[in-house]
């Protein structure tokens, strides 16, 4: 099967041939979901490489993509810039300008695409500090560069036959994308990804996950410009799956009720927001319904694979199952069979509580340079182990470095960093890429991850401290939405913590009192002073948190604080707070 495939743009292909699809890629219009087929998708994008090649796109040259939701353009594109031997490269619409300006005067991008007005007058205000020649719309409106106009600038010439001889001259070890990383720290490097990188991921990972036929449909919402995301929609196109697309992450919970999905590829910070509505929810009922709640999440709090807490525990949790976790299925559509998660740690509190709840959560371990293949747990033969984030895919070696460091080899190892041969030389070594993370492999060949490497600092005492492990259990409060450890060079840990805003609006409700400044009011700052104290058990007494501060406003990709995926960007954090890191260590 897999010797069909041997370069992205084979995948389309290969569904057409196997199981073409009526509704291959759905998204929709005012309220209703409209279907694009497997043959109208291939055919879209023929005419995207002839527009293409009318431009004077040559192979290796580079088409830049920015959309703020994902949408069946941005894939037709995708392909129709593959298969014609040039690449893609991914933005993320939340960058900004200057961002832009750097990433396509980097990447020699020839030509932009854009999903709206907004993104499209930010990239033409840097057209001029890069080698653009166009931009483009990913949509329809007023313009003389809307996606149909572009579409017909290769319609009177037939180009069918010079798209057959360059997807023919298009090798597996070719590059295919390059990616910019968000990053949490520093300059974005652009990730060179081969065919054969990505293709060889998507491989594996289909044998891990326990998904057959091609009846299932699933939702596309996380960036797609992520490596997370786009290789997930790769894997939905060589299984046959029916592809919708989330019209916001606002509307998320409704696009998930509407499809009924058979899986999701989630992100930890989506997966607590999903967790805390739920618990939200139940802290509003009474009585028995509210004590029965509490009962069946307390038991979902100790789930055990293979039964391993007996039967008592299964018949317990049969009866949890039935009375509230069947409301929790229903509400995320009713057909769900597990989740994967990957991009940051995962609380196993929620994997053991979604678990019990009979929705699977299968975490796994990669990153951009990986393509994102590493390790994924599976269910099935002993596979999965709560907490840890799997075992390597077929065909990937790990192993931890003296110093603890995780180091990968494989075909998902990248090409690597664009124009940057001296980064590409420290990264990759002896054919092993060096990931930056630490971990521990146990005796059974399951990875755990404890910190990243650059993360893990020293106090001026000496100590080292790991502020992942920190912040995962802190995490776990209610009063706490996000934390940042804090602390290098300095005589003891600290933190920076915005608090869960809603939940603490409410709690002050009950109290009977209204919150005017959350980082100020007394009460509240006991409250999370307690939380702490709390957490602050499972460590030693000098990784505990001895000082913290409350930020006045939520932390959000928009304001440059959280990468897309919704990870926490420490350099711009301390900086923006840099008014508390000095009242905690210097007053």
Known sequence: MSNTISRIFDFANYQLENYAQEKCLNYKEGNVWKSISTQQFIKDSNRVSSSLIELGLNPNDKIAVISTNNNPNWHILDIGVLQIGAQNV?????????????????????????????????????????????????????????????????????????????????????????????GTTGTPKGVMLSHKNIVF?????????????????IISYLPISHIFERTASYYNLYKGFEIYFAESIEKIGDNIREVK?????????????????????????????????????????KYEAYHKNGKLYDIKLNIARKLIFSKWQEALGGHLKFMVSGSAPLQPKLIRVFTAAGIDIFEGYGMTESSPGGTLNDIRNSGLKIGSVGKPLEGIEV??????????????????????????KKTIINNYLHTGDIGELDKDGFLFITDRKKEIFKTSGGKYIAPAALESDLKQSRFIEQVMVIGEGQKMPAALIQPNFEFLKDWAKIKGYEVKDFSTDERVIKRIEKEVSFYNQNFGKWEQIKKFEITPEEWTIEDGLLTPTMKMKRKAIKEKYNNLYDKIYNS
């Not at 509003?284 to 979902?300: D, I, N, P, R, T």
């Not at 998902?412 to 664009?418: C, D, I, Q, S, T």
């Open 201 to 217: 991921t998507v491989f594996k990972t289909a044998k891990r996950l326990n998904l057959e036929g091609n009846k299932n449909r």
């Open 90 to 182: 991914p933005l993320y619409a939340t960058l900004s300008a200057k961002d832009y300006a750097y990433i396509l005067h980097h990447s020699d991008a020839k030509y932009c695409f854009v999903s709206d007005i907004d993104l499209f007058q930010k990239v033409k205000s840097v057209q001029s500090q890069t080698k653009l020649l166009g931009v483009f719309f990913l949509e329809e409106n007023d313009t003389d560069f809307k996606w149909s106009s572009f579409l017909k600038i290769g319609d009177n010439k037939d180009n069918s036959k010079e798209i057959d001889k360059r997807k023919n001259e298009v090798k597996a070890e070719d590059l295919a994308t390059v990616i910019y990383t968000s």
């Open 399 to 424: 192993k931890i470095a003296e110093d603890g460091e995780i180091l990968m080899k494989g075909d998902n190892v990248m090409m690597g960093y664009y124009k940057n041969e001296e980064l590409t």
């Open 261 to 301: 999905p058979n899986y999701l590829a989630v992100v930890p910070r989506l997966l607590e927001k999903i967790f805390d509505k739920i618990v939200d929810k139940a802290n509003q009922l009474s009585g028995v319904k509210k004590g029965l709640f509490f009962w069946a999440l307390e038991l979902g709090e």
